[in-house]
């Protein structure tokens, strides 16, 4: 009786940090003009993830002349939600003048929070409240909403495509389409239902995907899988010249191998030399063994199709990618939003959700200034003169990462193994 106190207290008190650390970003945004780190340097970016593409959705060249990664459906919603007549001379010109698209990205935000809301009530109304507050304010939503990532329109559909308490089998195919054809890495954690032998479910998903492709396809004339991967190998060469915004914000450790040789960044004067060479031999390590780690879950859960949720296998496929590459800091909102359907039960999904907590913390420290800009920041509308370097969050952050997906993959092999005791391994395809 006294177990659900001690999880609202515990949970409470980390949603308080992640509340304060709120009002510190706000404080230091009203006394210096600007976000802090790892908000992005550039201060006059803000909502540009959204109008850079929507320039492109209202104009033919979107795959040929940007070399737009997105696959169509992006540009079918965007087209949908911009005002055309904007959209003339430059994206930075269309944001200003675009109502429809900003309404939009507060509207987006809004659904996130109220899903958020009703998923977590539904699958544990003791810690709804904190987890919420976690998911709304946290550093990874406030950073999407910033950035006016597509990642708010992915999410909701992510939700409900992940979510145990939706059931209707149309809706999670639908949702898991909207994902994947939205963000294409998102097909790793639908492959949760191949682990599990959920072959109709798979099925159904597999097939919503390629006829929502398709159809996008058409809708927009472009976008076709050569022209989208063609162009991702062009955008991997460019974003390895972008190291800096890589390491910013970043899921993985991957980005600091090439900080020294890549990034036109003193760091040797900034750290001292026997760190930089611990992590040059550190992280190859960490990464692979947390690859390793998860495969053996992985592995573990196929025999055991049964012995894990579909939430904690989806977790282990995603961290997984996560950890071995970053796509983007905010893209560990879909991870830590399936942790936070884990119960607070076991000492791995209580390590894990304490991690994700902590990484809702907004704001960080700064270790060493490496560039100061006098600029001009749109969200305050005044001449500022950021100053941006490495923080600690650089090398706490991932390490966060990996501690989730080595807690609750630990977790999911003690629970394969409990299995065993009550079940015989099934390594066919069939259901178990």
């Known amino acids: 009786m006294t177990a659900r106190p001690r999880i609202a207290v515990t949970e409470y008190a980390l949603a308080a940090m992640v509340v304060a650390s709120v009002v510190w970003a706000a404080l230091f945004f009203q006394q210096k003009g600007f976000l802090p780190q790892p908000f992005v340097m550039d201060t006059n970016d803000t909502f540009m993830d959204w109008f850079n593409t929507a320039f492109w959705a209202n104009r033919p060249g979107a795959y040929d002349v940007w070399r737009s990664i997105y696959p169509p459906l992006s540009f079918v919603f965007l087209d949908l939600f911009s005002l055309s007549g904007c959209h003339l001379s430059s994206p930075f010109v269309a944001r200003d003048c675009d109502w429809l698209g900003q309404a939009t990205i507060i509207g987006a935000y809004a659904v996130n929070v109220a899903l ?35 990642i708010l329109i992915a999410m909701p559909a992510f939700m409900l495509a992940h979510d145990p308490m939706v059931r209707a089998p149309w809706v999670r195919a639908m949702a898991t389409a909207a994902t994947i054809n939205f963000k294409p890495y998102l097909l790793l954690p639908a492959l949760a239902q191949l682990v599990r032998r959920e072959w109709r479910p798979l099925e159904l998903a597999g097939i919503a995907t390629i006829i929502l492709y398709l159809v996008t396809l058409a809708l927009v004339g472009s976008g076709t899988p050569g022209e989208i991967a063609s162009n991702t190998a062009n955008w991997i060469v460019f974003q390895g010249g972008q190291v800096w915004n890589e390491v910013n914000y970043s899921t993985s450790y991957a ?61 282990m496929l995603l961290g997984a990618y996560l950890v071995t590459q970053s796509p983007g800091g905010y893209t560990q909102l879909f991870l830590l939003f399936l942790v936070l359907l884990e119960r607070w039960q076991g000492f791995g999904p209580k390590i894990a959700i304490i991690c994700t907590y902590l990484l809702c913390l ?10 100061d800009l006098n600029t001009n920041g749109w969200l305050s509308g005044r001449p500022v003169t950021p100053s941006f370097g490495l923080t600690i969050g650089h090398f706490l952050r991932p390490g966060l990462i990996i501690i989730i997906l080595w807690a609750l993959s630990c977790d999911a092999m003690v629970r394969i193994y409990h299995a065993h005791a009550r079940h015989r391994p099934s390594p066919g395809l069939a259901i178990a």
């Open 116 to 150: 958020f809301w009703t998923l977590f009530r539904r699958n544990d109304r003791a810690t709804a409240i904190p987890r919420t507050i976690a998911m709304a304010l946290g550093l990874p939503m406030l950073f999407t909403l910033e950035r006016g990532n597509l």
């Open 362 to 371: 907004v704001g960080d420290v700064q270790i060493a200034s490496i560039i």
């Open 255 to 315: 980005p600091l191998l090439s900080i020294r040789k890549a990034a036109p960044i003193p760091l040797l004067d900034l750290v001292p030399s026997r760190l930089v060479e611990g992590i040059e031999y550190v992280v190859p390590l960490l990464i692979r063994i947390s690859q390793l780690v998860a495969l053996a879950a992985l592995a573990g859960a196929w025999l055991q199709p049964r012995a894990l949720s579909h939430e904690r296998v989806a977790i």
